[in-house]
């Protein structure tokens, strides 16, 4: 019995658009048209919302800013700042439950100084309570739960659970990896249908109809491509399943993220999040350990990390995301004030740099305001493109029923050359990218049933007329 897939159906056949005859895309074009259309119909509802939740984010960054204003500006700008463990003492005296998990100095002239504590009840785990003070008063301002490196507080951080898991946890976080995985499949074989078909665009110009949103549908498409693919890939790096493999592969080509030794005896094994003791006065104190990363080159805006036990040291490292990146780090030992160790950005591994970049210019810090704009615009237009593609797909029924699907059978004229390098390809990418790899193997099996179903109906109907 020969596949389903090389089989005539009961499809309404459709109409090659005209492309140059000489072109190595011809024969893959039918292909990349079935595979456009389906995973579009099929993935489009988790790209939407992940454009949707992920504009949101993008415009939470400004957002953040005006809500919570009273707690991250100070009310006047005084002439010097005290010292920061004044004003560390200060939100203990204000805060003393939990313990210092790391203190974040006021990085502007007008910006308030964040305590992070940790084990605070009511707080999540994962989370922190960012106590605020004024650097010229020691006044507490205020206190807010904060979550990840970039210091969101309740508001985005609520959005970015939204856009990550839908609130669902690590199961809801499928939903954003098998969206990041299709994205680039789908955005790669638009662009190629759009610019191997050159004399068709011609015809859509002042066009009415299907054709018509097809024009906009193509047109906004091929100029967003290059932005979807970059948010796809940079989607996945993070990602459960296949960001474990990209780690995995960066660590063989010995390109993953260093870490600081904090470890007084030399061991760069990394070091703990949180502070052992209930303050964060360790040694020498604060002021003598910030002044040392100072003297180190560390500028703002850094944040001090007490030792997590007696044989640990502080950790004093950048946390500017924004261009250029600051992202060096020294350990200071706690009873001399000496710098026992350095990191510098500039010697991280190309992969590794390339990775930080990646991921904050797919979260909107790396450019500040035109990044989050740029986030913002790009979400917008896959809104719009999954509208239009799901109105020419209602356009492709003429009105009077749902659009009708792509035939079979466009494999089957790709010449071998073409098509085992490319069925390998998709093979190696289905297998570290598996939320790609498996619904795509499950699909092809229900598309082959569908299609032995769709032949025997067929056979049978020929055979009783």
Same mark, same amino acid.
């Given at each position: 019995?020969?596949?389903?897939?090389?089989?005539?159906?009961?499809?309404?056949?459709?109409?090659?658009?005209?492309?140059?005859?000489?072109?190595?895309?011809?024969?893959?074009?039918?292909?990349?048209?079935?595979?456009?259309?389906?995973?579009?119909?099929?993935?489009?509802?988790?790209?939407?919302?992940?454009?949707?939740?992920?504009?949101?984010?993008?415009?939470?960054?400004?957002?953040?800013?005006?809500?919570?204003?009273?707690?991250?500006?100070?009310?006047?700008?005084?002439?010097?700042?005290?010292?920061?463990?004044?004003?560390?003492?200060?939100?203990?005296?204000?805060?003393?439950?939990?313990t %210092?998990?790391?203190?974040?100095?006021?990085?502007?002239?007008?910006?308030?100084?964040?305590?992070?504590?940790?084990?605070?009840?009511?707080?999540?785990?994962?989370?922190?309570?960012?106590?605020?003070?004024?650097?010229?008063?020691?006044?507490?301002?205020?206190?807010?739960?904060?979550?990840?490196?970039?210091?969101?507080?309740?508001?985005?951080?609520?959005?970015?659970?939204?856009?990550?898991?839908?609130?669902?946890?690590?199961?809801?976080?499928l939903?954003?990896?098998?969206?990041?995985?299709?994205?680039?499949?789908?955005a790669?074989?638009?662009?190629?249908?759009?610019?191997?078909?050159?004399?068709?665009?011609?015809k859509?110009?002042?066009?009415?109809?299907?054709?018509?949103?097809?024009?906009?549908?193509?047109?906004?498409?091929?100029?967003?491509?290059?932005?979807?693919?970059?948010?796809?890939?940079?989607?996945?790096?993070?990602?459960?399943?296949?960001?474990?493999?990209?780690?995995?592969?960066?660590?063989?080509?010995h390109?993953?993220?260093?870490?600081?030794?904090?470890?007084?005896?030399?061991?760069?094994?990394?070091?703990?999040?949180s502070?052992?003791?209930?303050?964060?006065?360790?040694?020498?104190?604060?002021?003598?350990?910030?002044?040392?990363?100072?003297?180190?080159?560390?500028?703002?805006?850094?944040?001090?990390?007490?030792?997590?036990?007696?044989?640990s040291?502080?950790? %004093?490292?950048?946390?500017?995301?924004?261009?250029?990146?600051?992202q060096?780090?020294?350990?200071?030992?706690p009873?001399?004030?000496?710098?026992?160790?350095?990191?510098?950005?500039?010697?991280?591994?190309?992969?590794?740099?390339?990775?930080?970049?990646?991921?904050?210019?797919?979260?909107?810090?790396?450019?500040?305001?035109?990044?989050?704009?740029?986030?913002?615009?790009?979400?917008?237009?896959?809104?719009?493109l999954?509208?239009?593609?799901?109105r020419?797909?209602?356009?492709?029924?003429?009105?009077?029923?749902?659009?009708?699907?792509?035939?079979?059978?466009?494999?089957?004229?790709?010449?071998?050359?073409?098509?085992?390098?490319?069925?390998?390809?998709?093979?190696?990418?289905?297998?570290?990218?598996?939320?790609?790899?498996?619904?795509?193997?499950?699909?092809?099996? %229900?598309?082959?049933?569908?299609g032995?179903?769709?032949?025997?109906?067929?056979?049978r109907?020929?055979?009783?007329?």
């Open positions: 019995m020969t596949s389903a897939l090389t089989r005539t159906t009961d499809e309404a056949p459709k109409a090659a658009d005209p492309t140059p005859s000489r072109s190595s895309w011809a024969p893959l074009r039918p292909l990349l048209l079935r595979l456009h259309f389906y995973a579009g119909l099929l993935v489009a509802p988790f790209l939407l919302v992940a454009a949707c939740t992920g504009l949101l984010y993008a415009a939470s960054f400004q957002a953040e800013k005006i809500v919570y204003a009273d707690e991250l500006t100070v009310s006047a700008v005084g002439d010097t700042k005290l010292p920061i463990s004044e004003q560390v003492t200060a939100a203990r005296e204000a805060h003393p439950e939990g %210092v998990a790391a203190v974040r100095p006021s990085p502007q002239d007008d910006a308030t100084t964040r305590v992070l504590l940790s084990g605070v009840k009511g707080v999540d785990a994962d989370h922190t309570l960012a106590v605020f003070v004024d650097p010229y008063t020691a006044e507490v301002q205020g206190a807010l739960e904060q979550y990840g490196s970039t210091g969101a507080l309740p508001l985005r951080t609520w959005i970015s659970e939204l856009h990550r898991n839908l609130h669902l946890g690590e199961t809801g976080r939903y954003s990896e098998f969206a990041a995985s299709w994205l680039w499949v789908i790669s074989a638009g662009l190629v249908m759009w610019f191997t078909r050159r004399r068709a665009r011609r859509l110009r002042g066009t009415s109809g299907r054709r018509r949103t097809l024009g906009l549908h193509g047109g906004v498409g091929a100029w967003a491509a290059a932005g979807f693919l970059f948010l796809s890939v940079t989607g996945l790096t993070w990602s459960t399943y296949a960001g474990a493999n990209i780690d995995v592969l960066r660590t063989s080509l390109q993953a993220t260093p870490s600081i030794s904090a470890s007084a005896g030399g061991d760069h094994s990394g070091h703990g999040a502070a052992s003791a209930g303050g964060a006065e360790h040694g020498v104190g604060l002021d003598k350990i910030l002044a040392a990363a100072r003297a180190e080159g560390l500028g703002d805006p850094v944040e001090i990390v007490p030792p997590a036990d007696a044989a040291t502080y950790v %004093v490292k950048q946390v500017g995301r924004s261009y250029p990146t600051k060096d780090a020294v350990a200071v030992d009873t001399s004030g000496e710098v026992t160790d350095v990191l510098r950005f500039a010697d991280f591994p190309v992969l590794a740099k390339l990775t930080r970049w990646g991921i904050d210019l797919h979260t909107g810090v790396l450019f500040g305001l035109v990044n989050q704009i740029a986030l913002m615009l790009l979400a917008l237009c896959l809104i719009l999954i509208v239009w593609g799901y020419m797909w209602w356009q492709r029924g003429r009105g009077s029923a749902f659009g009708r699907p792509i035939p079979r059978g466009a494999w089957q004229k790709v010449p071998p050359l073409i098509l085992l390098p490319c069925v390998a390809g998709i093979a190696v990418l289905g297998y570290y990218v598996p939320l790609l790899g498996i619904p795509l193997a499950a699909f092809l099996v %229900v598309d082959i049933v569908l032995e179903i769709s032949h025997r109906r067929g056979r109907a020929e055979a009783a007329a």
